[in-house]
């Protein structure tokens, strides 16, 4: 779908991300709007929230050139699940060995990609992935990923990764068998994660395993203390500077002795940055319902309705701008009938075919989680601001 915006209403500069207004321009929709500055604001936020805590960029959440470079310009570091995020990486001058491979468990050619490279530190969580290590990356630097609590998260997290406080002693004790280096621990408390407190259960955890290898001869350099920070959707989040108490209350509270600290974010920093632009396709009565159609769904860049069971309440506006709200269910463009992106959320009376409708918080896990099933169209990414 085109659209130009000359015939939308202009907005101030200092506008919610949630009010696109490009006047003159004309995109193709759907399309991911960020703001550079926005996502500058959020990373200096962060950081000041955690001095001495290096931020390393999930960049799974929004691996856009343009949102890496402005992250890399302002001093952030960044978080790899594979190789090839590493090549985007490189091909923008970040030296490898400031990047941190925390996927548990990677391809074989992966890790020797990686090595070649000139990264050198690997999350693990189990003795076969040691053994992998050991012979793709001799001598690397390993650290592994504790299993904690996430019942406070919003995105809830499957189990699929980390181990018990015991295993970890063993597989560290095992890395040293294997040539390796026992460089660390890292944790992640779960995405969209709503209690502070969640870290310092965390890092209470990994200072018990601390105190246990140091007890054995082996002192560990690093606490990776993972992601999870939340972006505001409908609601409120707490202020990422209480975060940053908690955190740092609870690692002058637990940890043996001093290491070199690291969070993984990726949500925080992108996410409140980003509004899909999305063009209603057609209405539909059913049941007593209206189900409004847009050019977006679950598939091709609003997969997180899927996976939160439509739990992400994200904040919607529309170009009618009618103070008159219907209830709708907002569905996306494919025929697979779970490709709905939010239920009973309120948008301008009469909203029909040809208006547009703007879904904020969107700026991560959209379009690097999108697909042209069906032959829906993935949202292309343009950003605006210089960060």
């Given amino acids: 779908m085109t659209t130009t915006y000359a015939a939308i209403r202009s907005r101030a500069d200092h506008a919610p991300a949630t009010a696109p207004a490009w006047p003159g321009l004309t995109v193709a929709t759907p399309y991911l709007r960020m703001r550079l500055d926005a996502v500058t604001d959020a990373y200096r936020k962060l950081a000041a929230a955690l001095p001495g805590v290096r931020v390393h960029y999930a960049m799974k959440c929004n691996p856009d050139p343009e949102v890496l470079r402005v992250l890399q310009r302002a001093g952030c570091s960044f978080e790899i699940a594979s190789a090839p995020e590493l090549d985007v990486l490189r091909s923008l001058g970040v030296p490898p060995h400031e990047v941190l491979f925390s996927n548990p468990v990677k391809p074989i050619d992966h890790v020797r990609r990686a090595w070649a490279a000139g990264l050198d530190r690997f999350a693990v969580d189990s003795g076969a992935e040691i053994e992998k290590i050991a012979a793709a990356a001799p001598g690397a630097k390993v650290y592994v990923r504790l299993a904690v609590a996430n019942g406070a998260s919003q995105v809830a997290s499957e189990g699929k990764f980390g181990v018990d406080a015991d295993t970890a002693v063993r597989l560290l004790h095992q890395a040293v068998r294997f040539g390796l280096e026992p460089y660390g621990l890292t944790f992640h408390v779960g995405s969209q994660m709503l209690d502070p407190g969640a870290w310092e259960r965390a890092i209470d955890l990994s200072a018990g395993v601390m105190r246990t290898l140091d007890a054995d001869g082996i002192r560990l350099t690093m606490l990776d203390m993972g992601g999870g920070f939340p972006a505001r959707y409908d609601a409120d989040v707490p202020p990422i500077a209480a975060y940053g108490a908690r955190i740092l209350a609870a690692i002058r509270t637990h940890l043996p002795y001093p290491v ?20 209603v396709i057609g209405t539909a009565e059913r049941a007593g319902r209206t189900w409004v159609h847009l050019d977006v769904g679950a598939f091709n860049g ?23 709200r219907s209830l709708v269910h907002l569905t996306g463009p494919s025929c697979d009938s779970q490709d709905t992106i939010l239920y009973d959320v309120a948008v301008s009376h009469g909203i029909r075919a040809g208006d547009q409708v703007y879904i904020g918080t969107a700026g991560a896990y959209t379009t690097s989680y999108a697909s042209s099933f069906n032959g829906f169209d993935v949202p292309r990414t343009h950003c605006v601001g210089r960060g």
């Fill in 302 to 324: 609003m997969m997180e309705a899927l996976e939160t069971q439509n739990g992400l309440r994200f904040p919607i506006r529309d170009s009618r701008d009618d103070p008159r």
């Fill in 260 to 279: 070199a600290l690291a969070v993984e974010p990726g949500r925080a920093l992108v996410a409140e940055a980003g509004v899909m632009v999305a063009e």
